[in-house]
């Protein structure tokens, strides 16, 4: 994707960012004890708080992966939030209250309260720097992408900048600063993703989508003819190569020194070629567009009705629909999607993205991502199901939520916190579905970053809301890097270092060693978020939570609903539930693909390891509770 930034976006951004490092400024001059630093000191509103769970919550996996996933896939995509919101019920019903009673600063205070074991102060915060290191992917990976239109910068910059701005606001305050960080764009998003979703209804469909930000591309199709050789010639053009991957031919063509791609299909039995979207990685290292230079700016933004009916009748254009009505409208008509490809022909290695005619409704139901009805298989529907137990279990699951509830004075003020955040987060999931929609038909897709859908969406509306919506973005990363940068800061300082080690530190270092583990995790993660550049932020969150849901829960559960439950069984869980998940996700089609290698040569067929991994977990807290004879008299008297 060509981008340009602008002047009025980059005096929004930087405006932004200079208030919450004064905000930083603010509390880290209030902030002084280790409570303090880790937990806010147990004094934050419960109202603040509650939207600061959403804040803290909807991170890019929310605004930048749900909407940009429902733009290419449809429904499939608003089923992640369909799973993240269910989770909540599971951290309103079954760990709010006990959570708070339990613990001090962390996770593993609460899963330590009733046995003092090394085990699981070890596992527990080896598990808490795991999981938030896995959610810390695609924090990055999507304010990279962010940057890129809104600064005009590389994708590895806009990385490197979140990362340093994150590690000085949690090095200065900790989570007070993080905290209203946290609120303050949690409540922004809610606000701003209504008025794009205003702008949506208002715009209304139309096949060709005419606005300032985008050009819009009509595709060439060309017919070959044959000779007596049988060789296709395409006036204007040499034939350059051919290729079939998948079922699917490809064709390149040589014109004026410049390579095209094309994708031969037959269209009322005539073979035509088709001009694709395409990004050429040649072997001198230089992109091709199209074919083209990069800098000759051909490669558009594309999405678009090809069919609009109302009341039975076919248009152009509908002007402002209610929301129902849009939904309804889009079911009818039909949309242009593109699909994407990779192969080689021995010496480049090209990623094409082809045109395809969708029904409206298929968008609207699931099948266009997970394979559960037509042409499902076994494993295609494990998949499926393996995926919502992840993102149903997940997020009771993760550390940078649960240390939320040391947050509040008291366990009410936990309960409270918590419905409120599953009424801020339900009413932004229900706007992703517009916003996701709205990207899939105004022409507005980057095929080289589903994650820019809502933000492009916006900049097709004018560069106000795209400069207010954009900075508010990355403000949600910032408020979700921070909380989890908090987190593994006091699993190194507070689980590891003070308690596992016995360090017995001060107030003061216990701060220091943990101002200290935030700027090595800081580290650590602006690497991670520039090695999986270009991967959809949702999708990455998907395994956070299964790893999150395999370690953690079942100790959470049994711990909390279980008497039997040892501090042996406990340690044991976690482990299991790490190993196996994060093994069945590296040895995964996609990270196979991501190795380089071919997806189909995996392992496995399994890209969710939660139905597996969760069920270990479980089995294995249970088994070894009821062998460990020892601890369970142990536990018992105590």
Not at 410 to 439: E, H, N, P, V, W
Not at 440 to 456: I, T
Not at 522 to 538: C, D, Q, R, T, Y
Not at 607 to 614: E, K, R, T
Request: with cysteine.
């Amino acid at each position: 994707m060509i981008y340009e930034a602008s002047t009025f976006a980059i005096v929004l951004f930087v405006l932004f960012v200079a208030f919450v490092l004064g905000l930083s400024f603010y509390f880290g001059r209030k902030t002084k004890s280790s409570s303090g630093y880790f937990a806010a000191g147990g004094t934050i509103h419960w109202g603040v708080n509650g939207i600061a769970f959403a804040g803290d919550y909807l991170s890019a996996a929310s605004f930048l992966g749900i909407c940009g996933m429902i733009a290419f896939v449809g429904y499939d995509g608003f089923l992640y939030s369909i799973g993240y919101l269910a989770g909540w019920i599971v951290a309103l019903f079954l760990v709010a209250e006990p959570l708070k009673r339990l613990g001090k600063y962390t996770f593993t205070d609460a899963l330590d309260s009733k046995f003092n074991s090394k085990a699981i102060q070890l596992t527990a915060a080896a598990s808490t720097l795991i999981v938030s290191i896995f959610y810390l992917i695609p924090q990055m990976v999507g304010a990279g992408a962010l940057v890129t239109p809104l600064l005009g910068l590389e994708h590895w910059v806009g990385v490197v900048i979140v990362g340093v701005i994150v590690i000085f606001i949690v090095a200065t305050a900790g989570m007070t600063s993080t905290t209203y960080v946290q609120f303050i764009k949690g409540g922004l998003l809610i606000i701003f993703s209504t008025v794009l979703a205003i702008y949506i209804f208002k715009n209304g469909l139309s096949l060709k989508p005419d606005h300032e930000s985008k050009s819009y591309h009509e595709f060439v199709n060309l017919t070959p003819t044959t000779d007596s050789t049988n060789a296709m010639i395409v006036e204007g053009y040499t034939i350059a190569g051919k290729i079939e991957v998948n079922d699917k031919q490809y064709v390149k063509l040589e014109k004026e020194g410049i390579n095209r791609w094309f994708n031969l299909v037959t269209i009322d039995g005539n073979e035509v070629l088709r001009e694709m979207l395409s990004t050429t990685s040649v072997a001198n290292g230089n992109m091709l567009y199209n074919g083209e230079p990069k800098e000759n700016a051909k490669f558009y933004q594309v999405g678009h009705m090809s069919k609009i009916i109302v009341d039975g009748e076919e248009v152009d254009k509908t002007g402002p629909l209610r929301p129902f009505k849009f939904i309804s409208t889009i079911g009818a008509g039909d949309i242009v999607r593109f699909i994407k490809d990779k192969f080689t022909d021995g010496e480049n290695t090209v990623t094409v993205w082809y045109q395809t005619i969708t029904p409206g409704k298929e968008m609207l139901i699931p099948g266009l991502k997970f394979k559960i009805g037509k042409g499902a298989t076994p494993i295609t529907k494990l998949n499926f199901i393996s995926l919502m137990l992840a993102l149903f279990l997940g997020t009771a699951s993760l550390p940078h939520i649960l240390i939320r509830y040391y947050t509040v004075p008291s366990q009410k003020d936990a309960r409270k916190s918590t419905i409120l955040a599953i009424a801020a987060i339900g009413g932004f999931y229900i706007l992703t579905l517009f916003m996701g929609l709205g990207a899939a038909v105004n022409g507005v897709l980057d095929v080289e970053s589903s994650n820019m859908s809502a933000p492009l969406l916006a900049k097709a509306f004018g560069v106000t809301i795209f400069a207010i919506i954009s900075a508010i973005a990355f403000a949600t990363i910032l408020g979700t890097v921070s909380g989890l940068i908090v987190a593994s800061s006091g699993a190194i300082a507070h689980d590891i270092i003070d308690r596992y080690m016995g360090k017995n530190l001060s107030d003061d270092a216990k701060v220091k060693a943990g101002k200290i583990a935030a700027f090595v995790v800081g580290i650590l993660a602006i690497g991670l978020g520039i090695s999986f550049k270009g991967m959809n932020v949702s999708f990455l969150v998907g395994w956070a939570f299964a790893v999150a849901a395999s370690a953690n829960l079942p100790a959470i559960l049994m711990l909390l609903f279980w008497k039997k439950t040892t501090a042996k069984g406990i340690a044991s869980s976690i482990v299991v539930g790490i190993v196996s998940a994060l093994g069945i996700i590296l040895t995964s089609p996609t990270m196979w693909d991501r190795y380089g290698l071919n997806s189909a040569d995996a392992f496995h067929s399994l890209d969710n390891p939660a139905i597996i991994s969760f069920t270990l977990a479980l089995l294995t807290l249970v088994v070894v509770s009821l062998t460990d004879k020892k601890n369970r008299k142990e536990v018992k008297a105590a």
